[in-house]
């Protein structure tokens, strides 16, 4: 489970994450997960799941059954909703988030991540996400979850959630748009970009 908390609004390029209260590069991956972990834990309520079924190329859609069967076995109270298209994961965070619900989980990929994290943001007041988030990981590359070193495991990663232990990361912001995993130019935002573009020419050509 993680506290996300914003860093200062870049209108062109990010300035460095803040860590430990200061300005300054990350410590070595090794130290991240010991100086970020809380002892701290929050209260839980209804547990609100946000899942991008395309995530992992359908994965997340297949896993859908194992998500409900594993609150189900802990007892642990919640509601699932599908994602149906782009930036909807950031609308349904933010609804969730004003009926109540907590944590807020996001089921999908890195982009999945972000989509609920920027609901959490715009629900609060930009500085501090006002509930808990919590990762279900089942993108393709899942690299947010492999930086933070979390179960990929469907219900080992329910179980961490229902225990409630919390965990603090930091977020930047590039043009209004947090990020919590990484932020880029040139190459790497033209692929993401250029394979966007496929897809939806592929929607639209593929066979009903």
Request: with cysteine; charged share 20%; hydrophobic share 45%.
């Amino acid at each position: 489970m993680t506290e996300c908390r914003g860093g200062r609004t870049a209108q062109r390029r990010a300035e460095p994450r803040r860590w430990a209260g200061c300005l300054r590069a990350p410590p070595a991956r090794g130290t991240i997960r010991r100086a970020s972990t809380l002892r701290a834990r929050f209260a839980l309520g209804v547990t609100k799941i946000i899942v991008n079924p395309y995530a992992g190329r359908w994965k997340a859609q297949a896993a859908i059954g194992a998500i409900e069967a594993a609150c189900a076995r802990l007892a642990m109270p919640f509601e699932l909703e599908v994602t149906q298209y782009p930036d909807h994961g950031i609308e349904l965070a933010g609804q969730a988030v004003q009926a109540g619900c907590s944590p807020i989980v996001a089921a999908g990929g890195d982009g999945s991540i972000s989509e609920v994290v920027n609901g959490l943001m715009r629900a609060g007041d930009g500085q501090t996400a006002p509930v808990p988030l919590g990762v279900i990981a089942l993108g393709s590359a899942d690299d947010f979850a492999d930086m933070l070193d979390l179960d990929k495991d469907v219900e080992a990663a329910v179980r961490t959630i229902q225990a409630g232990r919390l965990r603090k990361i930091d977020l930047g912001c590039v043009n209004g748009r947090y990020f919590d995993n990484n932020s880029a130019i040139g190459l790497e935002p033209m692929v993401t970009l250029a394979q966007a573009r496929a897809r939806l020419c592929l929607s639209w050509t593929w066979p009903k």
